[in-house]
């Protein structure tokens, strides 16, 4: 070999090493690795070579730096690998602290692999630039890190479909740039944080099926982005805050399955929610007569209270109401006719005191 030869060998080499991923990167990469086990699809077989950055499934790295920046591996896909094997993911193990080495990391999307389990490494609170943090649909367990909230970049907050227990972690409410939250089927217990509505940011907060206990916060209609709360099938108490009209972009709000009481406040019948559902509760007292051109309701569900009185007359000026159940009552009195009582079943008003009329019984 000539010595331009081994000079165009020599340059090839340490461009490569140049924009090769740091050593350190590489590391901190097998080692999470060798935490997990992937039996069927081989998702892990990439990752060979010096260069982390280079064709290794599911990691990518900031094109200036090369340093990695994102993990993304999802036991749910439409990857070649997943299409091929007619399947998808399965994965055990847990996930490395190893994993907080790669401290340029902006996303890690560990999701819907089954069987993944442990806890949340304590050290993923210590990545300053972490924007999204997702481990949807596995086995994890234990509490969520106490200093969440240190993540201050954080707009993605995902670990619904776990195992996770403990409380919510008051430090949450620090999370300023927080976008989504879903911590939905888990075993979360305690109180929804009292200053949750000082993350001005968050759009969607989903909570429902855990062990969640005490009163909705009032500091709620803080979060004037909020378009969807679920807090169903939790063990929430107390009344109803008054809050929900000051929330102008609020569309669905579901409660069902609580242990809600008091009486309803009139401002949420013409506060904008499009989807309403507070079934089996405690909620007593009558419908407020407050419906009007606000009250667009594509579904609208009260049933299985202790509603009394009559249904309310003004029910006939909203400007929609798509779906209606007051079924499971102590209603009483005739059922309005016209819209939007003329398409409605019987069931949406079965086992009620004493109404009568379409499409029931005559009165």
């Not at 709360?229 to 569309?251: C, E, H, Q, T, Y």
Request: proline share 7%; charged share 15%.
């Amino acid at each position: 070999m000539d010595l331009v030869s081994i000079l165009t060998v020599l340059l090839v080499a340490a461009t490569s090493a140049v924009n090769a991923c740091p050593p350190s990167d590489r590391a901190a990469l097998l080692a999470f690795r060798a935490a997990l086990h992937e039996p069927y699809l081989g998702i892990f077989n990439s990752w060979t070579g010096n260069d982390c950055c280079h064709n290794w499934y599911g990691v990518s790295c900031d094109p200036m730096t090369r340093r990695v920046a994102d993990i993304n591996l999802r036991g749910e896909s439409e990857d070649p690998i997943f299409e091929k094997a007619h399947r998808t993911g399965f994965m055990t193990g847990s996930i490395s602290p190893a994993i907080c080495r790669l401290n340029r990391l902006s996303s890690i999307i560990i999701a819907d692999w089954k069987g993944i389990s442990g806890e949340i490494p304590r050290c993923i609170t210590r990545l300053p630039f972490l924007r999204i943090l997702d481990l949807i649909g596995n086995k994890i367990s234990g509490d969520i890190p106490a200093d969440i909230g240190n993540l201050r970049r954080l707009t993605v907050l995902n670990v619904a479909d776990n195992l996770i227990s403990g409380t919510i972690p008051p430090s949450i409410a620090g999370l300023s740039s927080l976008m989504h939250l879903d911590l939905r089927n888990n075993r979360i217990s305690g109180e929804v944080p009292r200053d949750i509505g000082r993350l001005t940011m968050l759009s969607r907060a989903l909570l429902s099926r855990n062990q969640l206990t005490g009163p909705i916060p009032s500091s709620i209609s803080n979060i004037y982005r909020l378009a969807d709360l679920d807090l169903s099938l939790n063990k929430i108490s107390g009344p109803l805050p008054d809050v929900f009209r000051k929330m102008p972009v609020l569309a669905t709000l579901n409660l069902d399955c609580n242990k809600i009481s008091g009486n309803l406040p009139p401002s949420i019948i013409n506060s904008g929610i499009s989807i309403l559902n507070l079934s089996q509760n405690a909620i007593g007292g009558k419908i407020p007569d407050a419906f009007g051109p606000r009250s667009y309701f594509t579904a609208l569900d009260l049933s299985h209270n202790n509603l009394k009185g009559s249904i309310p007359k003004s029910i006939a000026m909203a400007s929609f109401i798509g779906h209606l159940d007051l079924s499971h009552n102590h209603l009483c009195g005739p059922i309005p006719a016209g819209s939007p009582f003329d398409h409605l079943e019987a069931s949406s008003f079965l086992y009620n005191d004493c109404l009568c009329g379409k499409p029931l019984r005559a009165c």
